[in-house]
């Protein structure tokens, strides 16, 4: 079994930053794709940005130059710092790896989700 367990939400000001983790657990043989998502209240989930395994990152246009998502192989980890949060970023935001489990299988995982609130 894998667990997903995120941590680093909170509230902040306007132009304010945070720095969410994501840490992967389990029987894990090889951690693909890692990916961070949000949801706003009244809103579909959305992807904000993803990493994959050779370190390539691909990002939402509404928060690009302002995320950045980064992943500690050694540990199993994704981070998003955010920047320059805006009152629109706020959300709960979610976790989610590609994960190949030792049984070699392939499989979706999600965290319990974090809320960032960002107000003044």
């Known amino acids: 079994q894998v667990q997903l367990v995120e941590s680093g939400g909170g509230l902040v000001q306007p132009g304010g930053s945070l720095r969410l983790s994501c840490a992967a657990s389990?029987?894990?043989?090889?951690?693909?794709?890692m990916a961070w998502y949000r949801q706003a209240p009244g809103k579909e989930r959305e992807l904000v940005a993803i990493i994959v395994s050779g370190g390539r990152t691909n990002y939402a246009d509404s928060v690009k130059g302002r995320f950045t998502i980064s992943r500690d192989n050694a540990k199993n980890t994704v981070y998003l710092q955010m920047n320059s949060l805006k009152p629109e970023d706020t959300a709960v935001y979610y976790c989610?790896?590609?994960?190949?489990?030792?049984?070699?299988?392939?499989?979706?995982?999600w965290g319990q989700g974090t809320q960032v609130t960002v107000s003044s």
């Open positions: 389990g029987s894990i043989f090889r951690v693909n794709a």
């Open positions: 989610n790896g590609e994960i190949t489990s030792v049984a070699r299988t392939i499989s979706v995982y």
